[in-house]
């Protein structure tokens, strides 16, 4: 049975990724583990958004209790999901570095492929960062998911 580590946040129930984990649960038999980064994203605030901002809105960052409760409701939205179209999956919510979350579940479990699913190039901040190619340091292969710039409504 193939074990995949899935990581994401933002796009956990993007229809680029779902895509990919159910063609591979329908390819052979596999699992999935879902860690979810609790990643402070930045979030605008309308009680200041009301004022003039050269450049755009003024973007506030979460709080790092806000980024743990919003990846454990990404995370148990798509538990729900992916186990409706038949994967086998579990998941945690992770540290907020995305390396380290998935440098924990290594420790922990076994795995033979990583996917990694982000924003598209133009706003992602892990693509910025080289996550893909970080995780490659890792010893597995890894598959990288991005995710299209509109979603479907669900």
Same mark, same amino acid.
């Given at each position: 049975?193939?074990?995949?580590?899935?990581?994401?946040?933002?796009?956990?129930?993007?229809?680029?990724?779902?895509?990919?984990?159910?063609?591979?649960?329908?390819?052979?038999?596999?699992?999935?583990?879902?860690?979810?980064?609790?990643?402070?994203?930045?979030?605008?605030?309308?009680? $200041?958004? &009301?004022?003039?901002?050269?450049?755009?809105?003024? =973007?506030? !960052?979460?709080?790092?209790? +806000? /980024?743990?409760?919003? @990846?454990?409701?990404?995370?148990?939205?798509?538990?729900?999901?992916?186990?409706? $179209?038949? &994967?086998?999956?579990?998941?945690?919510?992770?540290? =907020?570095? !995305?390396?380290?979350?998935? +440098? /924990?579940?290594?420790? @922990?479990?076994?795995?033979?492929?990583?996917?990694?699913?982000?924003?598209?190039?133009?706003?992602?901040?892990?693509?910025?960062?080289?996550?893909?190619?970080?995780?490659?340091?890792?010893?597995?292969?890894?598959?990288?998911?991005?995710?299209?710039?509109?979603?479907?409504?669900?």
């Amino acid at each position: 049975m193939r074990r995949y580590l899935v990581v994401a946040n933002q796009t956990l129930t993007s229809d680029d990724l779902v895509e990919l984990i159910n063609e591979r649960a329908k390819a052979e038999p596999s699992e999935f583990y879902i860690v979810v980064p609790a990643t402070p994203i930045m979030e605008m605030r309308l009680e $200041v958004a &009301a004022m003039p901002y050269v450049g755009g809105l003024p =973007l506030i !960052p979460a709080s790092p209790e +806000q /980024a743990r409760a919003l @990846a454990e409701e990404r995370l148990t939205e798509a538990l729900t999901q992916l186990k409706d $179209v038949g &994967a086998k999956v579990e998941g945690q919510v992770g540290d =907020l570095d !995305p390396v380290r979350a998935v +440098q /924990a579940a290594l420790k @922990a479990q076994q795995f033979d492929e990583i996917i990694v699913s982000t924003l598209p190039k133009t706003i992602s901040r892990w693509l910025r960062q080289h996550l893909p190619c970080r995780l490659e340091k890792c010893g597995l292969p890894v598959t990288h998911v991005e995710a299209a710039a509109k979603q479907k409504s669900r």
